[in-house]
């Protein structure tokens, strides 16, 4: 399994774990609107703060899916709203607060009643399988946080630390990378690969490499500018790449083909031998693809 990296900012884990301060009246109904049952199992607990204690824990284990350990700051407008449904004052809430054995047997008991899991290392493993495919479309980071940590809340277990949920989404990725990566270059062969590498290493006539040559704007239409097509066409056509793409995510390759569209050739030599061979030929085929259409398009353009 791929070695996790942190991928988010401070801002960015506190925006996932906490409510926004900003909430709508539409979304507190929404999510913290009690049932008549959930009122009865609140109203079992003698004292104002321990029932309005309770009754938080059990709204944020609901949403946004941490406990109250890990939930810091709840917008005053949330706690009125729950607070208006049991008939007690927020002010209570303070004193809960500091009742840190009351708070543990309260989430116990709410795990008995309600049926939540703490998250165990089996969740990992699951929780990878599930977002593979998402990742094989699309590795934006927090897409895939929002996305695991639906799964995790859709399957009652109580969210872990939020670097732990980080940590693999960093995996998943990786991973996705990987199996994309190792499809392109399962269809490229010894020979095309020797000659890519002749592409970032050899110069030019200009002392360019021939990477180099071929990424240059051809300049506006004219007879000489089709020509300068014609040869980058040809040189790309000799490499005669047939990629095994059919089945992979146009997102995906779209971000791999800006890879090879954004690196310089020295930067190109630094990166592991498949990943810099599945770059080149994928950009190498999307350029392919895009100067066939510059050389028979009445109005040509720049690359």
Not at 115 to 136: D, R
Not at 177 to 197: A, C, G, H, M, V
Not at 227 to 254: A, D, Q, S, T
Request: include cysteine; hydrophobic fraction near 40%.
């Amino acid at each position: 399994m791929a070695i996790a990296e942190i991928l988010l900012t401070e801002d960015q884990r506190l925006e996932l774990m906490n409510i926004s301060q900003n909430i709508s009246e539409y979304d507190i109904v929404k999510f913290y609107t009690f049932s008549p049952d959930d009122i009865k199992i609140i109203n079992k607990h003698r004292r104002n703060y321990n029932r309005l204690g309770f009754a938080v824990q059990l709204a944020l284990l609901r949403n946004p899916g941490w406990s109250l350990s890990n939930t810091s700051n709840i917008p005053e407008s949330v706690l009125n709203y729950i607070s208006q449904q049991i008939h007690v004052d927020t002010k209570d809430f303070e004193l809960y607060a500091q009742r840190e054995n009351t708070r543990l047997e309260h989430i116990q008991e709410i795990r008995r009643i309600y049926g939540f899991k703490n998250y165990k290392e089996e969740n990992n493993l699951s929780l990878v399988k599930i977002l593979i495919p998402y990742a094989m479309e699309n590795d934006n980071v927090i897409n895939l946080m929002k996305l695991a940590i639906n799964e995790i809340k859709n399957q009652k277990v109580i969210l872990p630390g939020i670097t732990t949920i980080e940590k693999v989404v960093s995996i998943v990725i990786s991973e996705a990378d990987e199996r994309l990566i190792d499809t392109i270059n399962n269809s490229i062969t010894i020979e095309q690969k020797y000659k890519l590498d002749l592409l970032i290493t050899t110069k030019s006539d200009d002392s360019k490499t021939r990477l180099g040559w071929l990424k240059e704007s051809t300049g506006r239409s004219s007879p000489k500018a089709f020509g300068e097509v014609i040869k980058r066409l040809e040189m790309i056509r000799n490499l005669h790449l047939e990629l095994n793409i059919g089945g992979l995510h146009p997102n995906r390759l779209r971000q791999l083909c800006r890879l090879g569209s954004k690196y310089e050739p020295f930067l190109l030599r630094r990166f592991e031998e498949k990943k810099r061979y599945s770059i080149l030929a994928l950009y190498l085929y999307q350029l392919s693809q895009t100067l066939t259409d510059k050389a028979f398009l009445p109005v040509a353009y720049d690359l």
